[in-house]
């Protein structure tokens, strides 16, 4: 596992290891990290929206690129634990070893 | 296993403790006992039962709600924490070098029972006053569970082995007056360290297995195995005494700062509710390897700036702490994480980051005091400008006047925000820290910066002086 600090005051996109991550801040839960590239051709979901579903029955996250959305609900499921010290001392742990130790 | 099936005493009458009408009445009526009122001397002399909590302002205190992030340095925030250290040490057994009958008495008065009610009615009030913020200031996502908490505290411990200069201690190093400083910071430490491990015996009782016996084990290392002169704040008490301070319980209760008082009494409020005993784990954890750099650079600090300081207790904390912080996480927090679960995972991980919180809010806090004292000479010379615009009508802020008589000793206390000081007649003396102060005659005074930690004494036959309140010094002055 690897330990990663990050400050929760930066803008959303961080990067460890060339893989990008971001801050979710859904409305109904704590704000957890998780990856940030679209499954769909790779988009940046740090740049997306968190808006309404199209049938209105719950929020999604649409990538800025195709508009191609994901439930809040799924991403907090595939959240990375997180952890944010007074707004601004972030913490999120990968399942992995990684030699960078910080977003930047 | 026994069952209750049905409500043992139906139809009974349901008491509310916790509502504002009881708190209110038993916050009031604790502070009504004399061995909190204000007093004539800014050093407690041997009696570790009087601690001034200024009870007279109480009833202008709304303790309803729950601190906002920026209002922890407020004055309504000191008073709750003396007040809760007060309530907490109600379980410590104190008694004086030399008794009196006076001090007996004081002691039979500390201890009563009817003392002991009202602590309990107020006591979670109050908690939820100071520490509500918690529980928004530190967030917590994701799917924790026992190896992301051990990863994420092995990764805290090897950080701190490689810890560089800490900058509480260069605020020490670097203020005008280095030797003051320190004793600034040794008096803000003394809260904990001279009843030091007392809170944890709070987790040492009751039966739950190999996790007791491991606490248990460092507790042994802080009482000294038995050996007085060994017992950790013996050792303590060795450091304040070599460096020219009293070494009795809360000779210096006037001069804690509230986030010393509230990093401690957050100890107590998780040893003391045994539903947060996970966060306890946690926050032990936190505390002893933070130690570890702690301890070190201030036996080295110590050395520096007072060549007589016997700077054993640091040097007996930078290395059992190497031992304890290991022991934590072996024989406590690995144990919890298998007996608890997700949900352990997740109130150890909020102990820690807890403490971590108000560990950096109480450094900062310190910091801020040793350079304001610092900056007092240069607030003194401020105050001249700013008289003047305040007298010329340029600024208009809302004043009181006090006219008092010799040896009138104003408690210390902080201001939400800036003030000006203006002595009009007699002589005041400003006090910044211990034996640390401005002497003001007439025309003089200072500017007295917001959360700062100050009181003052009229040193003449009488002392008329006024205080405008500012809110914001800066602007006033731009």
Partial sequence: ?104 | MQKHTKPVLAGAPKIDLSGMDAFKDCLLQFGNTPLFFDCEEWETDENPYRRTLRPHVFKYLDFSTTLDRDELLHYTSLTANRILTTIYELDFVFWPRHITPEKLADFHKFYSPELRQLAAVIRPGLERFVFGFLESAVEIGGPWNAASVIALFEDFAGRAKKSGPLPMLQAVRNSADPKHALKTLLLQLAPDFLVESSPMMRNVIGDYGEMQSALFKIVIDEFGYGVHRTKHSTLFKALLTSVGLGDDAHRYWQFYLTTSLMLNNYFNMISLDHRKFFRYVGAIFCAETSFIPLCAQMAALCREIHPDADATYFDEHAHIDVDHSRMVLESLVKPALSAGGDWAASEILRGFQEALLLSEISEADIIAQIRWSDENPALKQLHTALFARIESGQVVVPMQTFVEPRGELSVTHVHDGDELCHVSAGVLRFINGHDRYERMEPGQGIIIRRNRLHGAIVETDECTYHIYSLGDAKACLS
């Fill in chain 1, 1 to 104: 596992m690897s330990v990663i600090a990050f400050d929760a005051r930066r803008p959303r996109a961080s990067r460890v290891d060339g893989k990008r991550y971001a801050l979710l801040r859904a409305p109904t839960a704590a704000p957890v990290m998780i990856e940030s590239t679209c499954r769909h051709r790779g988009g940046p979901l740090d740049l997306g929206d968190v808006v309404c579903a199209a049938d209105g029955t719950r929020a999604v996250l649409q990538c800025p690129w195709h508009q191609r959305s994901q439930p809040l609900t799924t991403l907090l499921r595939q959240a990375l634990p997180t952890v944010i010290r007074d707004g601004a001392h972030g913490v999120f742990i990968l399942p992995f070893e990684t030699g960078d130790r910080s977003c930047k």
